[in-house]
C-alpha cells in the first residue's frame, strides 16, 4: 500500500482545487452534481483560486493524485477511508493515487450546505453520505470519459474508465485522468449518471489499509494539540469545578513576574494564565488559588442524584410509547408479574487527547485549529465569541485524538478567543486532564423500573417501563417536543428498533436536568438503555423457565434480527457446557441504523474475582465498506463498553466531580481484555446502518446476563466494581 497523508493544513484545505488547465476539481451542488459553480474569493488567505473552479468533493490533479474532500471527521473510526473508498468505486481510479482532507466549513456554509452535514455524531458517516458520495464519484467519471471522447472525436459509448485512466475501447488508446482534468472540468452534464449498485461492487466491501495509518505511525500526522502557529502563546486555564460557578475573585500576584508569563486573563467562570510554554503556565497557574461564586450547587452529592432519579420513577412522566392496554395485562388474574429497577451512573468521555484550541484573531478574520466532530458548531461558537460574522472564521479541523461525543460542544474554542482578544496573539489552550475529566458533558444518570407480564406461552404479553434519566436537550439549551420527550431516553427500548413484539407496551419518562452537564457518550441512550431492556429480558426469560437465546429468538419477527441471533448462537457456542464458576450471556438491539448482539463469557471465582474470557459481536450494518475498520470499531466498541461496565462512574461531592484523572477514573488494561471476535452478516437491502456506536450498547447486559449465569446474582446497578459477586 502506497502511504499518503492526510493533509489537514490551511493550504492543503485549498490547494489541491486547481484551474482547469491544471486539474479537476469535481462539484457536488445541491442538489445536482452536474453543474459548475464559482468558488468565491481566496480560503485561507494565503491562496488564489482559480475563477472557473469546480469544487466540493474530488481534486485530480495532474499527477493522477485524487484527492477526496471529507464532509465527516476522522476520529480514529476509519472514516476517511472508508468515504474515500465510496469514491473511488464510483470513480474507477486508482486506489494507490488517493489521498483526503477535511472539508472547509467555512465554505459549506458560504456554498449553503455542499457538504451537507458536517456533524460527525450517531455513527452516521457513511450512512448519511454514501449515496452524495457515490453520485459525486459517478459524476466525475462520466465527465472524464466525456472529456476523452471529446479529444478523439469518437462516440463517447468506445470509452471506459477503469484504473485512473479512460480507455477507448476499439484502438486501446488510454489517457489518464490528470491528463484529462482540465478538459473535464468544463464538461456540464444534462443529467446525473447512475450510480453502482452493491453486486457491481469492487472496492466496496474489500480489505483495505487506512489512509490515516502511514501519519499516525510515522508522525506527521497533525491533531490538535499538535499545532504550533509562529508567535503563538500557550493558555493553561482553571475552570470552576462546579459546574455554573463563577470566578469571584483572584490575587495575579503569584503569577505575575513568573518567567515568560504573559498575562493572568479573567474569564466568567475560569482563570487563564498565558505564557510562552505551556508548563510555565501550567506552574504559574498552580500557584494562584482563586475565590469562586458557587451558590447553593455545592449541597449536591451523588447520594442526593441518586435520590432524584429513583423518586422520579414514582412521579408524572411523559408518555413516549403507549401501545396495548399495558396496565389491564399487567393487572389481569394469573399473570405472571416480573418487577426491577436498573441504574446507570455518568461517564466521562475521557478522550485520550484533551481538549485544546488554537486560535489567531485580527480584526477581519479568525482562524481555528481544533479536533472537532462538528466543525459547523465550532465555526458558530467562535464567531460569538469573537462578535464576528461567521463567514469570516475558519476552522481547520485536525485529527481528533477521541471524540465519543465530547466534541461538539466547545468551550476550550471559546476560551481561547476571549484570551486572544485580550493578549492581541495566537492562543493555544490546553485542558489539562484533569479540567478534562472534571469539565467533561457526561453520559446521563438514570434509574429505570420495568413491569414485565408473561402471556401463557411464555412470551412477554406486556411491559411497562418508567425511566428517569438526565435530559441532554435540556443540559444543551435545547427545547424538548411538545410531547415533553426526547428519542435518547428510550433508544433501544421504543417499538421501532426494538428485537421483539410486545402487544401491551407503555414507555414513560421524566427527564431531570441538574447542574451537572450532560451530553452524548458513544452509544448514547442504548449505551444504559439497552443494559436495562437486555437484562430486564433475561430477566423475563428466567421467570418463564425458558433458555435465553429461545425466548429472543420466539419473540423476534425481523430477519436482520433473527439472522443476527442466529449467528450468535453459532459462533457464541451458544448451548456448550461450561465449567464451575463460568457462564454465558448475551443481548442484542437496534441502535443507529445496525443490528448488534453480542455474547460475553465469564468466569467467577468463588472469592467474587470477574473475569471476562471472550467477547463474540455480532453486526449486521446492511452493506460493509472496510471490513478492516467495521472490525476495529466493534473491537474498540466493546472494550469502551467494558472499562464502562467494570469501572465507569462519575461521582459529584460538594457540587463538584470527585474523579480528576485515570487514577481515581480507571480504564481497562491490555491484561484485562478478553479474546474479541467479529461477525459481519451483513444483509444488504437498501439500507446501510451505522457503525461507531452499535457495539457499545450489548456488552453491559451480556456480560452481566454471564454473570448471572455463572453465580446467580443479578447485576441491576453499574459499575461492576460496586457489585460483590462472591457466590452464596
Avoid at 235 to 258: H, N
Avoid at 520 to 539: A, K, L, P
Wanted: hydrophobic share 40%.
Amino acid at each position: 500500500m502506497t502511504k499518503h497523508d492526510l493533509a489537514l493544513s490551511r493550504r492543503a484545505l485549498i490547494s489541491a482545487a486547481l484551474s482547469a488547465a491544471g486539474g479537476l476539481a469535481v462539484g457536488a451542488f445541491v442538489p445536482a452534481f452536474a453543474q459548475a459553480a464559482v468558488l468565491g474569493p481566496v480560503l485561507s488567505g494565503d491562496e488564489t483560486l482559480a475563477p472557473k473552479e469546480m469544487n466540493a468533493f474530488i481534486v485530480i490533479d495532474p499527477d493522477n493524485t485524487v484527492t477526496v474532500r471529507l464532509p465527516h471527521t476522522e476520529m480514529g473510526q476509519g472514516a476517511a477511508t472508508a468515504l474515500s473508498m465510496i469514491v473511488a468505486e464510483e470513480l474507477e481510479c486508482d486506489w494507490t493515487t488517493v489521498k483526503c482532507e477535511h472539508a472547509s466549513a467555512n465554505r459549506n456554509l458560504r456554498d449553503k450546505g455542499v457538504y451537507r452535514s458536517m456533524t460527525t455524531v450517531g455513527s452516521q458517516g457513511v450512512r448519511s453520505s454514501y449515496q452524495y458520495l457515490q453520485q459525486a464519484g459517478a459524476s466525475a467519471r462520466v465527465r472524464l470519459v466525456r472529456a476523452a471522447a471529446t479529444q478523439w472525436n469518437v462516440p463517447i459509448d468506445q470509452c471506459v474508465a477503469a484504473n485512473g485512466a479512460v480507455v477507448h475501447t476499439p484502438t486501446k488508446r488510454s489517457l489518464p485522468y490528470g491528463a484529462l482534468a482540465g478538459a473535464a472540468a468544463a464538461v456540464k452534464l444534462d443529467a446525473e449518471p447512475a450510480t453502482k449498485t452493491p453486486d457491481q461492487y469492487r472496492l466496496i466491501g474489500k480489505r483495505t489499509a487506512r489512509l490515516d495509518s502511514a501519519p499516525k505511525v510515522n508522525g506527521s500526522a497533525q491533531f490538535g494539540i499538535d499545532v504550533r502557529v509562529p508567535g503563538m502563546v500557550y493558555a493553561a486555564i482553571s475552570i470552576c469545578p462546579v459546574f455554573g460557578g463563577k470566578l469571584k475573585s483572584v490575587d495575579e500576584t503569584p503569577a505575575v513576574g513568573q518567567r515568560g508569563v504573559v498575562a493572568v486573563v479573567k474569564l466568567d467562570n475560569s482563570v487563564a494564565v498565558v505564557a510562552d510554554r505551556y508548563w510555565r503556565a501550567r506552574a504559574a497557574l498552580a500557584r494562584l488559588k482563586p475565590e469562586w461564586d458557587v451558590g447553593d450547587r455545592a449541597a449536591v452529592d451523588t447520594p442526593m442524584l441518586k435520590k432524584l432519579y429513583l423518586d422520579a420513577l414514582d412521579g408524572p412522566m411523559a408518555q413516549a410509547e403507549n401501545t396495548g392496554d399495558a396496565a389491564a395485562a399487567l393487572a389481569a388474574p394469573g399473570a405472571k408479574v416480573v418487577e426491577a429497577i436498573y441504574e446507570a451512573p455518568m461517564l466521562s468521555h475521557s478522550p485520550m487527547e484533551p481538549m485544546n484550541a488554537t486560535v489567531q484573531l485580527s480584526p477581519d478574520r479568525l482562524d481555528v485549529w481544533v479536533g472537532t466532530q462538528s466543525p459547523p458548531n465550532v465555526l458558530r461558537q467562535a464567531a460569538e465569541a469573537a462578535g464576528m460574522d461567521p463567514s469570516k472564521v475558519f476552522v481547520h479541523n485536525c485529527y481528533v485524538g477521541g471524540g465519543f461525543g465530547r466534541r461538539n460542544q466547545h468551550e476550550e474554542v471559546v476560551q481561547a478567543v476571549q484570551i486572544a482578544k485580550v493578549v492581541n496573539k495566537p492562543v493555544k489552550v490546553v485542558w489539562s486532564r484533569e479540567e478534562d475529566m472534571r469539565q467533561d458533558r457526561y453520559r446521563p444518570q438514570a434509574a429505570v423500573r420495568f413491569r414485565g407480564a408473561l402471556a401463557p406461552d411464555g412470551k412477554i404479553n406486556a411491559m411497562d417501563v418508567k425511566i428517569g434519566v438526565g435530559s441532554l436537550f435540556l443540559s444543551l439549551g435545547r427545547p424538548l417536543g411538545p410531547d415533553g420527550v426526547e428519542p435518547m431516553a428510550f433508544e433501544t427500548m421504543g417499538s421501532p428498533t426494538s428485537p421483539y413484539v410486545i402487544p401491551h407496551k407503555r414507555i414513560g419518562i421524566s427527564l431531570k436536568n441538574t447542574h451537572v452537564p450532560v451530553s452524548f457518550w458513544r452509544g448514547v441512550g442504548g449505551s444504559q438503555n439497552c443494559f436495562f431492556m437486555e437484562s430486564f429480558i433475561d430477566e423475563m426469560a428466567h421467570a418463564a423457565g425458558k433458555d435465553p437465546w429461545e425466548f429472543r429468538r420466539a419473540m423476534a419477527t425481523r430477519p436482520d434480527m433473527i439472522g443476527v441471533l442466529d449467528v450468535m448462537k453459532d459462533k457464541g457456542r451458544w448451548g456448550q457446557r461450561m465449567g464451575p464458576g463460568q457462564g454465558r450471556g448475551m443481548a442484542i438491539c437496534e441502535t443507529y441504523g445496525s443490528v448488534s448482539g453480542q455474547v460475553v463469557e465469564v468466569t467467577v471465582s468463588p472469592d467474587g474475582k470477574l473475569k471476562v474470557d471472550r467477547v463474540v459481536c455480532v453486526v449486521d450494518c446492511y452493506h460493509v465498506v472496510n471490513p478492516t475498520t467495521v472490525e476495529q470499531q466493534c473491537e474498540g466498541g466493546a472494550i469502551m463498553a467494558l472499562t464502562a461496565a467494570l469501572y465507569g462512574e462519575i461521582t459529584i461531592r460538594n457540587g463538584a466531580t470527585v474523579q480528576n484523572n485515570f487514577t481515581n477514573y480507571r480504564l481497562l488494561n491490555m491484561a484485562e481484555t478478553p479474546k474479541i471476535e467479529v461477525y459481519l452478516p451483513a444483509s444488504g437491502g437498501p439500507k446501510w446502518g451505522g457503525i461507531g456506536e452499535p457495539s457499545v450498547p450489548p456488552l453491559a447486559p451480556a456480560l452481566c446476563n454471564a454473570i448471572f449465569a455463572a453465580t446467580g446474582i443479578r447485576v441491576r446497578s453499574l459499575p461492576l466494581k460496586n457489585v460483590d459477586l462472591k457466590k452464596a
